[in-house]
């Protein structure tokens, strides 16, 4: 486990955590006046290896090549040059820090970090951290790489869960959940609704799928995981027989037996899943592992009955989550995020797909 402290004065500045991977939805912007809960678990924290946050350089300013080098391939409206390596961690797990007055600058209803950092250490004032709580962000505190330190507290970190116990754990991630608005003139209201961590998932696999297609058209396992993908996969790949298919893999699945299938990533290392005996032309799609666990092992989680009344031997005393209304959206910044950082970005029929980003989000593709 580590602790963070001040790179000025050496005062603590977290509790002791232990490092997981980023949530895929780290950097959701979801909705318009949406409550989001907080982004990390309490004891945790993950790092950015990207670069995020002020300083931003638009695509005009930046050369196709210099670009490249740092792994984007196709234009966007705008990069970071702050420092890669930012760490979150839950605000309640951040000590000894003060918000700094004025660089109080949010959008709507709290803080964005838009004004650089807005979390000073108490004890020398040296600017450390960003506290993120504006409506449709995701509440954290991102602590700035090059004024913070991690060091390490008595006690090592226990190894990582194995696929066999984090399948034992199953802790799986619902894919209903109820939203959080502000500015009702009656209170907070909600409503229930596709997972924000869901769409964020699911952008970020569908730029995957679509590079993995190679441009032909392409099906996905029945039920949750064809609400999720074969809309958006239907209007965007061309019409005709099913030229490939993707399946779901991973630890308890049988072996693979198709060129593109889903697994999921570990939710303390980030790794991927791999088959025993990968093939050198097989195309992994990540999910988290919480979403992939639900949509593998669909019968343990149902979300509603599947025949209109409970399973023998199973009892609750409250109704199933509501089903959303509408269809499912993957996210689109998401799905942007990792499209253009995928080479594959470079063909011209997935540089119109990228292009035409804003016509699918009007014709609620995303």
Known sequence: MFVFVCAGCGAELSTPLSQVTLPAHAHQKYGNGIQLPVLMEP???????????????????IHPDEAAVRGVYAPVYALSDGAPGAIVIAPGDARGTLLIPEKGGGYCCGLDGADGPNMACEACGLPVASRIDD?????????VPDTVRRLPVDGADAAPLSWAELMAEGKGTPPFEPIATWGSQLGTSHWWSWSPQWEAAAGRALAHLLAASQGLPLTVPD????????????????AGPPARRAVMAGPGRPAPDADIFFVPT???????????????????????????????FPEPYLPVPASGSMPDGVLRDDPPAPRPHHLF???????????????????PWLREILENLMQHMRARLF
């Open 43 to 61: 004891g945790t924290f993950a790092v950015d290896p990207e670069p995020w946050g002020p300083p931003w350089r638009t695509w005009d300013e």
């Open 135 to 143: 409506c449709s962000l995701w509440q954290a505190v991102w602590l």
């Open 223 to 238: 039920g949750l995981t064809k609400e999720m993908f074969q809309r958006a996969l239907d209007a965007l790949l061309p």
């Open 266 to 296: 570990h939710p303390q290392t980030g790794e991927a899943w791999t088959p025993a005996d990968p093939t050198a032309s097989a195309y992994p799609v990540p999910l988290p592992f919480g979403v992939w666990l639900w949509l593998a």
């Open 329 to 347: 959206r993957a996210d689109p910044g998401a799905f942007q995020h990792t499209l253009v950082r995928l080479p594959a970005v470079r063909s």
